[in-house]
């Protein structure tokens, strides 16, 4: 055997596997590092205070207590009456959690210690890490959160004595079989605790600003993790964490089979229709009929047997319902069959990648075929605020990338900002992910608003280059003849040429 392969038998019998690992009980953040956390190895969560770093470490105790373990908190801050209460508020059941108070107590502050709340003993820690000691052995807990490194620091002397105690607890603890989360109150991009991020086995970072919250891990021995900024939010449940998709992680063979859209004249113009596994944009001005058409190729789906879901950021689905219906397109009777879910999306209350992973459940729960976001517009405000997250073109092309790695058809509908004007494909410059760009455009023939269709980019075949009329009726979509009395109609200035 080379050296090569020894190299790799050998790290494939020490690499911990998901089984290996302690789940944290935040699904989120066990999938970013790989399944939890490696046993019996430090970690230090950080951030400021209200970004949820107590929370965390709730989850991570519950967890622990629902697999029958023992598991303990220190806190040299909070008595843990309030910690029990907090932990209620979000149905957490810590029944077998064990606590150890070392926060001060109010009969310290009196006029007689001259406002002196710590004595002599514990100011240099040593009081306190002895009880900290005599709690472990006493309970022999598996896990163990110390909240918080930030205030045994404050009753250390000297920050070579506080390293040494950290240096010594921790050898303890290794030694037990513990694993431990510290709490340390700093900042990102602070300093302050640099001494024990060289000490611990991993890092996790959380970060609140205005409007978007944030996790991070930066350091994990022993094992690969997500890196990079994954939005989270606290809930009524505790922490939610929204880890990016990975499109290139998802990769089915693709069939590029043509999907019909039901009407022929349209199928004419596609050369077949649209394929399956494949990105289209509907582009055009407001009220021109966009949605409706994307929900045509649904309708035909559904006498297919395949389920589609609309995903809208624009308005409220029973004006969608009805105004689909009144085009002959029985919308509630899909949704009633199942073949097609509809979900009204506020922009601006979910981030980017917490919609992405929604759909992403959708997909693998309901078996969908076609997902249509309804508009680009819509889905960019969900961007507000994300200051550590990546554009809204990357978002949305890291989304579109992995419903297409999973075989699913992608439609987005793209606002024009005009009614009448120089056409352009989309407003956010996401053009390049569209295999099929279709456009709806107005034109004014002798004082009338009239409606005109046309393909404009077709990857997997031709394409007819006409421009078509198009009508929204009672009995459904019709699209017309070829316009030829007419020219100037993506450039905004349409003129009727008359007849020689």
């Known amino acids: ?27 989120g953040l066990d999938e970013i590092l790989g399944g939890g956390l490696i046993p019996n190895h430090s970690y230090l969560l950080r951030g400021g205070p209200g970004t949820g770093k107590t929370t965390t470490a709730l989850h991570f105790l519950q967890q622990g207590c629902r697999r029958g373990e023992s598991v303990s908190f220190i806190s040299l801050h909070e008595p843990p009456e309030n910690i029990q209460k907090n932990a209620e508020r979000f149905g957490f059941v810590l029944e077998n959690i064990h ?25 240099e820690g040593v009081d306190t890490t002895q009880r900290i000691l005599d709690h472990i052995e006493e309970f022999q ?19 070579f004595h506080f390293r040494r105690q950290v240096i010594a607890l921790q050898k303890c603890l290794r030694q037990k079989g513990i694993t431990v989360l510290f709490l340390s109150e700093c900042l990102e991009g602070s300093n302050e605790d640099m001494d024990i991020q060289h000490l611990v086995d991993g890092i996790i970072h959380l970060k609140s600003t205005a409007r978007t919250r944030y996790i991070r891990v930066s350091k994990y021995r022993g094992s690969g993790f997500r ?49 399956r596994g494949t990105i289209s944009i509907i582009s055009g001005p407001t009220g021109v009929g966009k949605t409706t058409l994307g929900v045509q190729f649904m309708k035909e789906a559904a006498g297919r047997g395949e389920n589609s879901a609309i995903y809208t950021f624009e308005e409220q689905p029973e004006i969608l319902l009805r105004r689909c219906e009144a085009m002959n397109i029985p919308v509630r009777t899909m949704i009633k069959n199942g073949n097609l879910s509809l979900a009204r999306i506020e922009p601006l209350d979910v981030y980017a990648d917490q919609f992405a992973q929604r759909v992403k459940k959708d997909i693998e729960d309901k078996d969908v075929k076609i997902v249509m976001i309804d508009s680009i517009a819509g889905y960019q405000l969900s961007l507000l605020g994300e200051d550590e ?27 024009m900002e005009h009614v009448i004007g120089r056409f352009k494909a989309t407003s956010l410059g996401v053009s390049y992910l569209a295999d099929n760009i ?28 006409s421009i078509h009329s198009f009508e929204l009726t009672q009995y459904g979509l019709k699209v017309g003849e070829e316009i030829t009395h007419i020219q100037g109609i993506l450039s905004g200035t349409a003129e009727i040429i008359e007849p020689s």
């Open 1 to 27: 055997m080379n050296l090569h392969r020894r190299r790799l038998l050998m790290l494939e019998q020490t690499y911990p596997t998901q089984a290996d690992k302690l789940p944290t009980g935040v699904t």
């Open 99 to 123: 606590y150890l108070d070392l926060s001060p107590s109010a009969d310290l502050l009196s006029k007689n210690e001259s406002y002196t709340i710590f004595s002599a003993a514990e100011v």
């Open 141 to 159: 807990p598996s896990r163990l959160v110390i909240d918080s490194l930030s205030h045994l620091r404050y009753l250390s002397e000297r920050p």
């Open 227 to 275: 890196g990079g900024y994954h939005p989270m939010s606290i809930t009524q449940k505790g922490i939610e964490v929204y880890r990016r998709l990975e499109p290139k992680a998802h990769l089915k063979q693709p069939d590029y089979k043509a999907m019909s859209s039901g009407i022929p004249s349209l199928d004419e113009l596609l050369h077949g229709g649209i394929e």
């Open 389 to 415: 997250a990546m554009t809204a073109t990357e978002h949305l092309h890291a989304l579109c990338k992995y419903l297409q790695n999973v075989g699913v058809t992608v439609i987005l509908i793209n606002e």
């Open 438 to 465: 279709v456009f709806l455009q107005y034109t004014e023939q002798r004082g009338q608003l009239e409606r005109a269709i046309g393909i404009l980019k077709k990857r997997l075949s031709s394409f007819e280059h």
